[in-house]
């Protein structure tokens, strides 16, 4: 049988009349590639970066020195403004869900928006637990303002592809990619956060700063809040 069917590729080589298929080389940079640019360019103006500022105590520099801490005892700290950065998607009118610890406390919420617009944030409601936050954006009721479909987190599979958009380090709105890879996810390694609560597990690249972006499907669908990192 080995040897029939090396005779018959080589007589249809010999036989004009008869058709060989040809392999189809890609021609073009888009049948070369699969780009997320699509889904991107739906989501990402939805996608907002928050800035919190919250009061702390400045430490007391002397606190732990055995020879000074008594000669300064009453010069505590003094109030002084720390500011703190995250993400955040907005999801209906002048609303922007986030997570709970990126503005946890805050004195003062700023929401930039992808194409540079700013508005005064208030959060107005939050889950600890599930470390989750809603803020309305003052003044901006009436605004075109852009927005993401809720997908439903209970038709994933593991495997399928998303998409993580946010503001890591502060430098910018970056936009990552990779699969599902657990759903229903408990005990987040030792987190806060309690264990009753179940996760989205994704490989897709997460830093500081993209916390409350969005995790979207190839639908440009929402269908989580990244959360954090567990290493």
Known sequence: MKR?????????AWFPGVAVAETQVPETSAQVQLSFAPVVQHTAPAVVNIYATFASARANP????????????????????????GSGVLVGDALVVTNYHVVR?????????????????????????????VIRLEGAQG?????????????LAVGDLVLAIGNPFGVG??????????????????????????????????NPGNSGGALVDMRGRLIGINTLIVT
């Open 143 to 155: 605004d075109d303002l852009p927005k993401l479909e809720i997908g439903d987190s209970d038709a």
């Open 105 to 133: 406390d805050a004195i003062a919420i700023r929401v930039v928006l992808a194409d540079r617009r700013e508005y005064s944030g208030k959060a107005i409601l939050a889950d600890e637990a599930a470390d989750l936050a």
């Open 4 to 12: 029939f069917f090396h005779a018959l590729v080589i007589s249809l």
């Open 62 to 85: 002397f606190a732990n020195d055995p020879f000074f801490s008594e000669f300064f005892r009453g010069f505590g700290g003094q109030p002084q403004a720390q500011n703190a950065l």
């Open 173 to 206: 709105q970056t936009v990552s990619s990779g699969i599902i890879s657990g759903l229903a996810r408990t005990g987040t390694g030792g987190s806060a956060l309690a264990n009753d609560r179940y996760f989205i597990q994704t490989d897709a690249p997460i």
